[in-house]
């Protein structure tokens, strides 16, 4: 485990007194040469056993008949060739439609949790750039969903939705008489609506604290001139705020996009291992066809399909946002 | 700052705005918390009938029997181990790793950066089944238990953390004056000396704010806690899933457990979040 840390560190510990009493200019040359690297190899050894490596078997398995019968000793199943991703893209087929199906919701699911979140992050953090009695309490309030573990807050959400005993049916049929009857919301269509609530109520925080960060480098100066100059709050709003945050934005509607398209603990906390079929989001899907039928090669072959995908869509909106360079620093 | 934005006061609708919007929010945000806490201290009678917003009787009985129900009190010790040796592990390798981006021209500067960022799109499904066989290979090939240990979940959550902590640091330590860290080197400190004395400090709030984030992603991981972790080194993220499995869903009781696991969290993030907000300014955002 943590073997590589302190191991690169003896390593470099050595090489620094060494360093000093050897030949000056040689071991001066060497390290200066060297030392970049060796400072990055903890990082580069880590990265290629927890996500390189195990991305390329996943891209080999992919390409196996790797069912339960081989998992034992995966690298004897017999190759597939493209037939796991013939399957998965079969939409007249079962499994390629329950995928599709599956991948339609999840997108739905992200457009509208990301726009949401970015929504209030942004109305909060504008709404909160001057100061006012009570500001700094406010603030600390609303980054506790983004504070509070995925579980603990989702198990609360699962107990406000339950259906006899839950909040949200009490306020809702019992308090404002708005529905008929009590709602089923972990089960049925109302599942899309609970997961997108739960979504949105986590994630808003991180783009108030990212959009807030932003605003603390637009200069004070800019609205007082603009102030003066006999521009209002909407117009400061528009010619000054929004396009000073354009650069933070661009970054941050990727990243809320790829962990919300990936996110997998707000689901599979939500509805437990078998989602219902209006909030099947693809990291749950996958996990099912994975580990249910004990079909890794498909399982697999979808997580590729998956990635290709994000991997387009991520360099689709870094060229058109044209700000590859400063996304990659 | 104190000095008022402009020189007329922001007209009226946009203080109402501004209330109603704030208050709304505020009423969302805080529900799930009220709920937590409240439930929390409720008799289980109160949590199995129709909501009440009020508990009948306020008892802590809850607080009391989570450690019985399921061992909580080994899962705490197990989540606190992982992710106190995640954070340290990651943000000490992510400050070698920065460093030498931030101050250093090498050959493959630009792919190492734009790798290790990609990772953060890869679906963790993806990876999780091949790290698993990874694990367990390494396990058979030399005895080193990975997969079920602590160990293991350290290894996977320190590079969880690793592309976001690094790209944030180089951010950060790109600001901190190049003039300093060579007035260190002509004075006679090594690279390393200068990092540690120099740039680290001149960071801090940088390097808090990483280890913040670490700590979380960490304490809240579900996906490869529930795959790679037994019965003796389960984590809280599977472990509090143990309260609903039974006949008798003791809602007060999963409700204690849940604030009594945010708690160290949620305060730590809180007492540091002005870090957090000044690490992002100087690094992530600028």
Known sequence: MTAAAPAAEATVRKSSPGAARGPRRRTGRLRRVGLPYLLLLPALLLELLVHLVPMVIGIVMSFKELTQFYIRDWSTAPWAGLDNYSVSVDFDAPVGQALLHSFLVTVAFTVLSVGLCWLIGTAAAVFMQDTFRGRGLLRALFLVPYALPVYAAVITWVFMFQHDNGLVNHVLHDQLGLTDKPSFWLIGDNSFVALLTVSVWKGWPFAFLIVMAGLQNIPRELYEAAALDGAGMVQQLRRITLPSLRPVNQVLVLVLFLWTFNDFNTPYVLFGKSAPEAADLISVHIYQASFVTWNFGTGSAMSVLLLLFLLVVTGVYLALTSRGRRTAQ | ?286
Not at chain 2, 26 to 34: A, D, K, Q, R, S
Not at chain 2, 118 to 136: A, C, D, E, N, R
Not at chain 2, 257 to 277: D, E
Request: glycine fraction near 8%; proline fraction near 6%.
């Open chain 2, 1 to 286: 700052m104190s000095t008022p934005r402009s020189p007329m006061a922001p007209p009226r609708s946009f203080l109402w705005s501004r209330r109603i919007f704030l208050t709304l929010l505020t009423g969302f945000v805080l529900v799930p918390v009220y709920v937590m806490l409240s439930s929390s201290l409720k008799p289980l009678a109160d949590v199995t009938g129709t909501f009440r917003w009020l508990p009948t009787e306020l008892t802590i009985r809850p607080y009391i029997d989570i450690w019985s129900t399921v061992p909580l009190g080994r899962y705490f010790v197990n989540s606190l181990i992982v992710a106190g040796a995640a954070t340290v592990c990651s943000v000490v390798i992510a400050v070698f790793a920065a460093y030498a981006v931030s101050r250093y021209s090498f050959r493959g500067k630009r792919v190492f950066t734009v790798t290790v960022l990609s990772t953060q799109m890869f679906p963790g499904i993806l990876f999780l089944l091949p790290l698993f066989l990874i694990y367990v290979n390494i396990g058979n090939a030399t005895g080193i238990a990975l997969f079920g240990s602590r160990g293991g979940l350290i290894l996977t959550y320190l590079t969880f953390s690793l592309p976001f902590s690094i790209w944030m640091l180089i951010g950060y330590f790109d600001s901190v004056p190049r003039d300093l860290d060579e007035a260190a080197l002509v004075d006679g400190c090594g690279p390393l000396g200068a990092l540690f004395r120099v740039v680290v400090p001149a960071a801090v709030p940088g390097i808090v704010a990483v280890a913040v984030y670490a700590f979380m992603t960490a304490w809240g991981e579900v996906l490869f806690a529930s795959v790679m972790t037994n019965d003796t080194t389960r984590t809280l993220a599977v472990g509090l899933q143990g309260y609903s499995t039974l006949n008798d869903v003791y809602w007060n009781q999963i409700m204690a457990a849940s604030l009594v696991v945010s708690v160290p969290v949620v305060a730590g993030f809180l007492l540091l979040q002005r870090y957090l907000v000044a690490g992002l300014t100087a690094g992530a955002v600028k």
